[in-house]
């Protein structure tokens, strides 16, 4: 190991709040598979050590905004949710999210609907919406699996060239400059946009 190496500071840790949102996988009908999807992706994509804090809840505008906030105060840099976002009566997580935001980013949800109607004409109907709140990000997620690794990875062709680049990409970006810790990204699932001035030199594993 080189002197270089040796004086690079450790990677930061990230405290993660990842929330399901679903009437039926919180009361035991199905296995809820959006907290599962979310912990692998972003396992896989970060190199910091993560501390997550999991929730899987129903679709009640109160609780979900209640949750939010109880993460935030726990110390979330990031809060990634999933579900809840389609036009359904009991869609209500846009509703939520906004309802705690101290600002909001609309560049993501215009974004994760431009990759989800690469996909499907259906994308126009998802509400998708990000947040910031105190010194965390919030974002809400689509509900599928698939869906959620497309929105935060991108889209790629056959020789591995960007077609629609995932929302991830300017994420580590935003949580710097709202005064959160520093994300490492594996570049061989998402690499991380910065200008130049905020780039760190590579931390060790």
Known sequence: MSEETLSLPPMDRVRIGIVSVSDRASS???QDQGLPA???????ALRNPIDWEPRLIADEQALISQTLVELVDLGCHLVLTTG???PAKRDVTPEATL???DKEMPGFGEQMRQIGLRFVPTAILSRQVAVVRANSL???????PKSIAETLEGLKDEQGQTLVHGIFAAVPYC???????YLDTDNAVCKAFRPKSAQRPAAPN
Do not use: C, E, F, S
Request: no cysteine; proline share 7%.
């Open 28 to 30: 035991g009908v199905y």
């Open 38 to 44: 979310l912990r692998d992706w972003l396992g896989r």
């Open 84 to 86: 809840g976002t389609g």
């Open 99 to 101: 309802a705690v935001a």
């Open 138 to 144: 919030i974002i809400n997620l689509p509900g599928q």
């Open 175 to 181: 949580i710097d400059l709202i005064g959160g810790p």
